[in-house]
């Protein structure tokens, strides 16, 4: 199952980047991002589901800060995390994004994950592109990784 998804994952990051239609991902500075993604994970029975909408900006060009939330509807529960976010376009549409989520889910109890992405940013247009990303989530004693696609706006880029 695990060399399937990294199979899966590979082909498809692969044929973003072959097919993609941008020459270049070039963000400008004081542009703003406004977006989200899609997750899906499926492990010895139990699956998971989550909504991540964010919102960054970039301060210097090709990198973003900002905030991403995650709503995980799990098998029996829902939860909500948040915390930052940066990420850096490093060639065309690549980039790498590395983010902290804070969930707090009782009075006296509280986690953080960290999670370290790749992913690739296919523009549509010069203001919105669909985005695969692999994701790789550290937290309390586990770690996961999971396949996820995005669509982002980015206002005032040129």
């Known amino acids: 199952m695990k060399n399937t998804t990294l199979s899966l994952m590979a082909a498809v990051f ?7 239609v941008s020459a270049s991902a070039q963000v400008e500075k004081g542009a703003v991002m406004v977006g989200g993604g899609i997750n899906f994970q499926s492990e010895d029975g139990e699956s998971q589901f989550q909504f991540e909408p964010n919102i960054g900006y970039f ?29 850096y376009y490093v060639w065309k549409g690549l980039f790498p994004q590395v983010g902290l989520l804070y969930n707090k889910t009782g009075e006296d109890d509280a986690y953080s994950e960290y ?10 247009n010069k203001n919105v592109a669909f985005e695969p ?26």
């Open 133 to 158: 990303i692999v994701n790789y989530t550290i937290g309390d004693g586990y770690s996961r990784f999971y396949l996820g696609v995005g669509v982002q706006a980015f206002l005032g880029r040129k």
């Open 14 to 20: 692969a044929g973003m980047m072959l097919f993609s």
């Open 59 to 87: 301060p210097v060009n090709n990198l973003g800060v900002g905030v991403n939330f995650n709503i995980d509807v799990e098998s029996e529960e829902t939860q909500m995390e948040f915390g930052p976010y940066v990420r």
């Open 115 to 124: 999670n370290l992405s790749l992913g690739y940013s296919v523009f549509a």
